[in-house]
């Protein structure tokens, strides 16, 4: 009966209920608590403190364009003495105001110079523009604006089309398919080094999401793989990996014979990376969170597992706010505070395992934290292990955007080179480059660089080039 009356709790929930989860989410649930007033003082300077960065990185990166406005023939007279001689008062008066600039395609005509010697014979040539494609029609601005419609903008092609067309050029969805796996093709080289360096890491996340692959009057299962990591200086690198099956055999391709940590779900397709010879496994709490949270229609004592939940997320954020992350600071913050509430989470389960049906909702949420648990406290004792999972899960939301949009994929190799495009569009944004800019420089750079280096244009790495120019 407890079996039936969680489904028919979920059931209700999905049809009737949010689809998101109700329970307010941990950030949420940390705002709500009681500070002191030095806290709440403390936390709404920072917050303003960050508008204003914002709102003075706008002001520096958005194009700017002065117009300026006369005063009318008919009002350039004196409101008191009727006179014209009117002289100009400082810089006048000046106000801000963003606008919106139709993008709008061009078709450049290359004209190359040619001159001739008297002699008859020498001939000198300017040198041709160069282009992603030999022979091709469309410049690097173009196809960076293809990838990134589709891969940060969950842009189907056939309505690309639409809007190209309405900038003046004609196109057709089948053109832009082959310039989107042209792109894919040349910068392939970039996307197969990030999985690479990502490998290397100590510390990598990893996650999956079905996408649907085009097959002979139908449709069949693909998986989009993520794998990602932070660098020591704070930047996130994502890399993609498309698979037509979910077995290990793609993580093993990935993470294979490397050594470090591990941050995933309890899915078993990991198992062949993870100990005793490979990775050591890292649970996710956020997904032991979300079963206790399932578990509360029909088992109301759920609440103390979630309680002592968001104690460990408490932690992490005391250390957020102190600048703590990552360092031997929060490793000990986490050993006086987390532990603790660890070992009582880890006795309320012991005491509750036997009061419940073990296909129960509870009962199922209770053994997968207590099968998880080596994994799920690691994180203890590494202050460079997180808590959870979340950040490859949200490097999975762009596919999920877009097996919405374009519903699936043409065929094995269209997915390959999607992956490879998210994962440098993907990287770009968590730097906070600008995707297009990125695509259109190294399309052309990257035929042309040294393999050897070839890591000098991943995005961290050509954003800090680019500043360094700019310097």
Same mark, same amino acid.
């Given at each position: ?250 993580? /093993?391709?990935? &993470? !294979? ?5 591990? @941050?995933?779900?309890?899915?078993? =397709?990991? $198992?062949?990376?993870? %100990? ?121 939301? /762009?596919?999920? &955007? !877009? ?5 699936? @994929?043409?065929?094995?190799?269209? =997915?390959? $080179?999607?992956?490879? %495009? ?50």
């Amino acid at each position: 009966m407890t079996s039936l009356e969680s489904k028919m709790a979920a059931l209700e929930r999905r049809v009737f209920g949010q689809k998101a989860e109700k329970l307010p989410p941990v950030a949420q649930e940390l705002r709500g608590e009681a500070r002191s007033p030095e806290e709440e003082t403390a936390r709404a300077e920072a917050a303003l403190a960050k508008r204003r960065e914002r709102a003075a990185r706008k002001a520096v990166e958005t194009p700017t364009r002065e117009v300026r406005h006369a005063v009318p023939p008919k009002s350039r007279r004196c409101p008191a003495c009727g006179s014209k001689d009117l002289k100009p008062l400082g810089m006048g008066r000046t106000s801000v105001m963003y606008e919106c600039v139709p993008t709008f395609f061009e078709r450049q005509v290359h004209i190359q110079e040619a001159l001739a010697c008297a002699c008859g014979q020498g001939v000198v040539t300017a040198p041709a523009p160069r282009k992603v494609v030999d022979r091709g029609e469309y410049g690097p601005g173009f196809l960076a604006h293809v990838v990134t419609s589709k891969c940060a903008d969950a842009m189907p092609l056939h309505r690309l089309a639409q809007r190209i067309e309405r900038g003046g050029v004609p196109m057709h969805r089948s053109t832009l398919t082959d310039l989107f796996h042209q792109a894919a093709s040349v910068v392939r080289p970039l996307s197969s080094h990030l999985l690479q360096v990502i490998a290397a890491s100590e510390v990598v996340w990893a996650d999956e999401t079905p996408v649907r692959v085009l097959d002979v009057k139908k449709t069949k299962q693909g998986y989009l793989w993520t794998f990602l990591t932070q660098t020591p200086k704070g930047e996130w690198l994502v890399g993609y990996r498309f698979s037509l099956g979910r077995a290990s055999t793609t993580p /093993k391709d990935v &993470l !294979g014979g490397t050594r470090g940590a591990l @941050v995933v779900d309890a899915y078993t =397709g990991y $198992n062949a990376v993870t %100990l005793p010879e490979g990775r050591v496994r890292v649970g996710c709490w956020a997904h032991v969170r979300r079963r206790f949270f399932e578990a509360l229609p029909t088992a109301p004592e759920a609440r103390e597992a979630l309680d002592f939940i968001l104690a460990l997320y408490r932690v992490e954020a005391q250390a957020r706010d102190a600048g703590l992350v990552r360092t031997d600071a929060h490793r000990e913050l986490r050993r006086q505070h987390s532990a603790p509430a660890l070992a009582a989470l880890s006795a309320w389960m012991e005491e509750q395992t036997p009061l419940h049906l073990p296909k129960g909702p509870l009962g199922q949420a209770l053994a997968y934290a207590r099968k998880q648990w080596d994994a799920l406290t690691r994180f203890v004792s590494d202050a460079r292990l997180p808590l959870d999972n979340n950040r490859s899960e949200a490097a999975l939301r /762009k596919a999920a &955007l !877009g097996r919405k949009n374009f519903l699936f @994929v043409g065929h094995e190799a269209a =997915g390959e $080179n999607l992956a490879g %495009l998210y994962a440098l569009v993907a990287t770009c944004e968590a730097n906070g480059v600008n995707p297009e800019e990125y695509l259109a420089d190294v399309l052309l750079r990257v035929q042309t660089h040294p393999n050897a280096r070839i890591g000098e244009l991943l995005p961290h790495e050509w954003k800090r080039l680019r500043a360094a120019d700019a310097a």
